[in-house]
């Protein structure tokens, strides 16, 4: 089954076939529109692939579209969520506080859920000032990019990849694919040939992968999402049931056409800085890309997270040894290394 995005206010709920439902959930004010949340039937009850945003027109979307298609919220008897991010994960402690659903997330998402409960918001807004501030941000622009979205529940389970999800009489199995978050994932729902997958694999748009800190070079959120790409495709061509957009075949050919794209965007990445004689900061390199619009109308939250997206892409590149970071400089700068 295929169909095109719409509008929110023409989504409707969907039996999607073997025993998956579809129920789109607004996300306020944001371009995406809403979060198709999946549930798949069980004899313990149903199970939700994520949730949704945590407010209350997305909470009445979601129980009364559960409602529409025969499924009573109280009734769901676990959430497991592709990744933590608002939109996802959201409304995953709303249902378990009707229903008594357990939440599964992958251990290294959980991990950063725990983080951020014990996060002060005081502490929160200093390390993302000074993160801003060593990407080259101008301080009056960082000061407005602070933000802290509310932490979502804690996870009662952790999943581990390659773990089946509590979904008696079907096999849903979790593919862990980080990049878009370190603990993403994607579920196989091994008896039917498809894949939920979450963020990770969307049919038109490709996701945000950010790194945060955005200087850190200890990890490569980029080449870990290139590698789960890989990964997916290697699953073969199943049906996608994807949180965005539509649902969609092949999801090989599509993860491969991703692949592509930030192959390319890095190809142009480096000519980029190969034409600058003086080393950049983050927050410049940023404002050189191509976004969905000009820099200068972006606003100040939307150009932190395209710095992230800019320094996960200059880390990809200083990890294959194509450019390198300046050392001892504040804020940190990269410049291309001879070809």
């Known amino acids: 089954m295929k169909s095109r995005r719409r509008p929110y206010a023409e989504q409707r709920p969907q039996d999607v076939g073997g025993g998956v439902w579809s129920v789109p959930v607004p996300i306020p004010g944001n371009p995406l529109g809403y979060t198709l949340v999946y549930a798949l039937e069980s004899p313990k009850g149903p199970v939700l692939v ?22 009573d919220v109280s009734s769901v008897s676990g959430v497991v969520v ?82 089946l999800v509590d979904l008696p009489g079907r096999k ?33 748009i490709t996701p945000h992968v950010g790194i945060y800190p955005y200087d850190r070079d200890d990890v490569d959120p980029l080449g870990d999402f290139l590698d789960s790409l890989d ?28 692949r592509h794209h930030h192959d390319e965007k890095l190809v142009r990445l480096r000519a980029l800085l190969a034409q600058r004689p003086e080393p950049l900061t983050i927050w410049e390199v940023a404002a050189m890309m191509t976004w969905n619009r000009p820099w200068d109308d ?17 880390r990809a590149l200083e990890a294959r040894g194509e450019v390198r970071r300046v050392p001892g400089v504040d804020p940190v700068r990269f410049q291309a290394l001879d070809s």
């Open 50 to 71: 994520d949730a949704g945003w945590n407010h209350p027109d997305a909470w009445d979307a979601l129980s009364g579209g559960l409602a529409a298609v025969g499924i």
């Open 82 to 163: 592709t990744h933590f991010h608002p939109d996802h994960a959201g409304l995953a402690g709303q249902v378990k506080d009707v229903s008594g659903a357990w939440i599964a997330m992958h251990e290294d998402d959980a991990a950063l859920v725990r983080l951020m409960h014990d996060y002060a918001a005081e502490e929160h807004e200093s390390f993302q000032s000074d993160m801003l501030r060593r990407a080259g941000a101008d301080p009056g622009e960082a000061r407005q990019a602070v933000s802290r979205p509310t932490p979502p529940a804690l996870p009662d389970r952790r999943l581990r990849d390659g773990d």
């Open 172 to 204: 849903l199995r979790a593919v862990h694919t980080p990049g878009h978050t370190p603990g993403h994932i994607c579920l196989h729902l091994e008896d039917a040939d498809r894949l939920f997958t979450g963020d990770h694999v969307l049919p038109d």
């Open 231 to 258: 990964r997916v495709a290697d699953l073969g061509p199943l049906d996608a049931l994807p949180a965005h957009e539509w649902i969609f075949p092949d999801v090989a050919a599509r993860a491969a056409q991703i």
């Open 298 to 314: 972006l606003s100040p939250m939307l150009k932190g997270m395209a710095a992230g997206e800019a320094a996960a892409h200059l």
